[in-house]
C-alpha cells in the first residue's frame, strides 16, 4: 500500500479531487489508483475527479477502461490533464476536460476575513496592473498605482498612495460614506455604494484628491490640500 | 557559452512581435551571434514570410515534437546570412499540438550550439502564449503608444511577474515623433510611465518596414534605415553593450541636418 501510495497525489481542489500521476508504467498506476480507492471507499465515494498523466499517451481504450473501473466505484472522472497532444485529444474525444481552470491567484482574489470589523484592511505593496481584481470585504490601502484594467471592490474606503487610472469601488456593500482618495485621482471609473462617476480628466500636474458622496446623492471629488 | 532565450510578446495582435523578431534575428546574426529563431505561433505561422523563407519550408516545429523529423531537419538557414536559422510554426495544425514542456525540450536541445535563441509569440495569452514564454530566459514585450496596446502589455507584464520570469522588458514601435510632439500619441514617457520596466529600444514608424516585410526581407538589412537600427541597437543591447537611444527628432530642419552630418551637433 505504501508503494503504490507513493507513485499518486492526491489533492482536494474547490470542486472535486486532483491526482496526479507520473511518468511510471501505466498499468501500475491505473492499479495504484484503483486499490487506493478501493481502500478508502468512504472517501472517494462519490467524488469528481480529475487526473493529471504528466506525460503519459493514452489511447481511448485506456481511458475508457479508467473511466468505466472508477465509475462502478462511484466517482465522476471529469478531467484528464496532460502534456501529451495524444492523451488530450483522448481525453476531448471522449468528452473530458483537459484542463482544470486554476484561478491565477494574480488575477482574482477574494479575501475572506472572519472579522468584519471597520478597521479591518488590506495593504497591498505593488502596483496592479491591467488584469487585477482586488476584492476586500474592508478597507483597501494600495503602495503603488492602479494601472488602467484593473480593478478594485471594497466594503470600506480606499486609499491610493499613487496614480488611480483604473476603477475602483468603494463601499461595494452600499456603504455611502466610504471615501476614495488618491495622489493621482485619473480612473477610468469610481463608484461608491451605487453611485458611479465616469472620467475624470487626467491633469497635467496632479494633486491629491478624495472622492466622496455629497449632501445631493451625488458621487465628487474635490482636491485635499495642507491649510 | 549557452543561447540567450528570448521570447518576444505583446498580448495584442498586430503590434509588430513577428516583424521585430524578423529583426533583431537579422540584426544579430549580421553581428556573427549564431541565432535561432521559433515561430511559436502555430497554425498562424507568419516569420517565414517575413525572413523571405517561406518556400523552403520542408518540416514544421510540430514534425519536430511528434518525432516526424530530427531537429535540424526543421531548421531552415537563411538565403544570406549562414548564421541564422528558422524553424518554422505548422500552419495546418493549432496551439494545442505543442505544450510548454516540448517547447522546453526542443530548446534545451538548441541552447548549446547557438548564441541566441528567439521565441515568436503569438497575441493573446492563452496556450500559445504560455508555451512560448516556458522556455525564455528573458522576454521582451512590445507595444504600439496606443491606448489598447498599451493596456494589454500592461496585462502580460502583470502576468509575467506572476510566473516569475524575473523583470520584462520593453520595446516601443511604431513611434511617430510628429504626433507625438502635437500631443496626439502617447509619448515613450507616457508608456515607460505606466508600465513601469526597463525601455530596450524605440522604433519609429517607417512604412520601409512594411514594404521590406513583404519583400521578405526585413529592414535591419538597410544600414540606412532609421527603424532597421533601431532594431541593430536592440540587438546591440541584448549583447550587453550599452548604446544610447535615437534621437527621434532628427528629422529637424535641413540647417539642423547639415549640421549632423558635419558633426556638429
Redesign the interface.
Given at each position: 500500500m505504501n508503494e503504490t501510495q507513493s507513485l499518486l497525489q492526491i489533492k482536494g481542489l474547490r470542486d472535486g479531487l486532483l491526482i496526479t500521476m507520473d511518468d511510471a508504467s501505466w498499468e501500475d498506476q491505473r492499479a495504484a489508483l484503483i486499490t487506493q480507492v478501493d481502500g478508502q471507499p468512504a472517501f472517494f465515494q462519490g467524488a469528481r475527479l480529475a487526473l493529471d498523466v504528466a506525460s503519459q499517451v493514452l489511447h481511448v481504450n485506456e481511458l475508457v477502461e479508467i473511466r468505466d473501473q472508477l465509475s462502478e466505484r462511484g466517482i465522476f472522472l471529469w478531467a484528464v490533464i496532460s502534456e501529451s497532444p495524444t492523451t488530450e485529444k483522448t481525453a476531448q474525444l471522449l468528452g473530458l476536460a483537459t484542463r482544470i481552470s486554476k484561478p491565477r491567484p494574480e488575477e482574482l482574489r477574494q479575501y475572506s476575513v472572519e472579522d468584519l470589523g471597520e478597521e479591518t484592511s488590506l495593504f497591498i505593496n505593488r502596483t496592479l496592473r491591467s488584469g487585477t481584481r482586488i476584492e476586500f470585504a474592508g478597507h483597501v490601502v494600495v503602495l503603488g498605482d492602479v494601472n488602467p484594467g484593473a480593478e478594485i471592490v471594497a466594503e470600506g474606503n480606499v486609499i491610493i498612495w499613487g496614480r488611480v487610472r483604473g476603477m475602483i469601488h468603494a463601499g461595494s456593500k452600499g456603504n455611502t460614506n466610504a471615501v476614495i482618495c488618491a495622489l493621482d485621482l485619473s480612473p477610468t471609473q469610481l463608484r461608491i455604494a451605487d453611485q458611479a462617476s465616469a472620467v475624470l480628466k487626467p491633469r497635467e500636474t496632479p494633486q491629491p484628491e478624495i472622492a466622496r458622496i455629497n449632501e445631493e446623492g451625488k458621487l465628487q471629488a474635490e482636491f485635499w490640500s495642507a491649510r | 557559452m549557452p543561447a540567450q532565450v528570448i521570447t518576444i510578446t505583446s498580448g495584442k495582435g498586430g503590434v509588430g512581435k513577428t516583424t521585430a523578431v524578423a529583426n533583431i534575428a537579422v540584426a544579430l546574426a549580421s553581428g556573427k551571434s549564431k541565432v535561432v529563431c521559433i515561430d511559436g505561433d502555430i497554425g498562424l505561422r507568419n516569420l517565414d514570410v517575413i525572413l523571405g523563407l517561406e518556400n523552403r519550408i520542408v518540416y514544421d516545429i510540430v514534425d519536430v515534437i511528434?518525432g516526424r523529423c530530427r531537429l535540424k531537419q526543421a531548421m531552415i538557414r537563411d538565403k544570406k546570412l549562414p548564421d541564422l536559422y528558422l524553424i518554422p510554426a505548422a500552419q495546418t495544425r493549432d496551439k494545442?499540438?505543442?505544450?510548454?514542456?516540448?517547447m522546453t525540450r526542443l530548446v534545451r536541445d538548441l541552447r548549446a550550439d547557438y548564441d541566441f535563441v528567439l521565441i515568436d509569440s503569438p497575441a493573446g495569452i492563452e496556450r500559445g502564449f504560455r508555451n512560448a514564454i516556458a522556455a525564455a530566459d528573458r522576454v521582451l514585450v512590445i507595444t504600439n503608444p496606443e491606448?489598447s496596446a498599451v493596456?494589454?502589455a500592461?496585462?502580460v507584464?502583470?502576468?509575467l511577474?506572476?510566473e516569475e520570469k524575473g523583470p520584462a522588458s520593453l520595446i516601443l514601435n511604431r513611434l511617430n515623433p510628429a504626433l507625438v510632439k502635437s500631443k496626439d500619441m502617447l509619448s515613450p514617457e507616457d508608456v515607460l510611465d505606466?508600465l513601469?520596466i526597463e525601455l530596450i529600444g524605440i522604433v519609429p514608424e517607417d512604412e520601409n518596414v512594411i514594404i521590406a516585410s513583404n519583400r521578405g526581407a526585413p529592414v535591419a538589412y538597410d544600414m540606412k534605415n532609421r527603424a532597421g537600427q533601431a532594431f541593430r541597437n536592440i540587438a546591440k543591447r541584448l549583447k550587453g553593450e550599452n548604446v544610447p537611444f535615437l534621437d527621434l527628432d532628427a528629422q529637424g530642419s535641413l540647417w539642423e541636418r547639415i549640421q549632423r552630418l558635419a558633426g556638429r551637433k
Open positions: - | 511528434e494545442s499540438a505543442v505544450s510548454a514542456s516540448d491606448v493596456r494589454d500592461d496585462r507584464i502583470g502576468i511577474e506572476s505606466l513601469a
